[in-house]
């Protein structure tokens, strides 16, 4: 039997097609970027100062890091809080430098004055290599060159040594020290240092007493600078903490902070 639709009807199914259409050219964008929204780290609980996602830092150093970081918070009401990703685009932020990650990530938490004004982070992305020490509003920038010492004389030697939780609680001691209006912590001399000047000038004289007895002169002052020069250049990077700390740019006039490489 033949069915006959009715003109009305073919115009309805018509429109609601179309709505259908419609509906579907708008949520696709949308689905697609709740799908790809950045992830922040959920913020710590009260009393707690670490979020180590990462899995950098290890359990004596947490314990560590929570005792300094109690201690500075009750004496000078400066809050601390260390925060490891993998990496910015483990985070769906492959596109952000890490400072913009890391003011956005303050912002998402809703914190209370005291930890914008006066809070010091410390936030590390593992697989990137970059790490960003980020200052509360209140410290403005008059503290960006102790903010910088920290990262390069404290965390950096220890991070390009391969041991991140080392430097990353070398670091929470220097915001201690910044905290108390003290000088900043010295990292301990690596024990090969002595060892190395000791051999380096055992050679150096040899050079000069071979060089000088077969009457080349010339030759021994020349082997002499050349090692002296390595030997002096080793001990001015271990002195300087390894080297700058490369910072990756990307501050906006109001961060206060620093970003370092290794």
Not at 45 to 73: M, W, Y
Not at 168 to 194: E, K, N, S
Not at 200 to 213: K, N, P, Q, T, W
């Amino acid at each position: 039997m033949t069915t006959h639709h009715h003109p009305h009807d073919r115009k309805w199914h018509a429109v609601v097609r179309l709505v259908l259409f419609s509906s579907l050219l708008v949520a696709g964008p949308l689905a697609g970027h709740a799908v790809s929204q950045v992830a922040f780290p959920t913020p710590p609980p009260a009393g707690s100062f670490v979020l180590d996602e990462a899995k950098l830092i290890t359990t004596a150093h947490r314990q560590e890091i929570d005792r300094i970081a109690t201690a500075l918070n009750r004496d000078r009401g400066y809050p601390v809080t260390v925060v490891t990703i993998r990496s910015l685009g483990s985070q769906r932020a492959a596109g952000y430098a890490i400072e913009r990650y890391a003011s956005e990530m303050l912002k998402a938490w809703n914190l209370d004055a005291d930890q914008r004004g006066y809070g010091l982070l410390l936030l590390v992305a593992a697989d990137d290599r970059l790490a960003r020490i980020e200052l509360g509003s209140a410290w403005g920038g008059a503290h960006d060159g102790r903010v910088r010492e920290v990262m390069d004389r404290l965390i950096l030697p220890a991070f390009r040594r391969g041991d991140l939780s080392q430097g990353i609680v070398d670091g929470v001691h220097g915001f201690d020290a910044m905290g108390r209006g003290l000088a900043l912590p010295t990292t301990p001399q690596p024990w090969w240092l002595i060892p190395t000047i000791a051999a380096g000038a055992l050679v150096l004289v040899g050079a000069i007493i071979a060089f000088g007895r077969s009457g080349r002169r010339g030759l021994a002052w020349a082997a002499a600078a050349f090692v002296g020069g390595i030997l002096l250049s080793q001990v001015i990077a271990w002195a300087r903490g390894g080297g700058d700390s490369g910072d990756a740019g990307g501050e906006t006039p109001e961060d206060s902070g620093v970003t370092g490489k290794w």
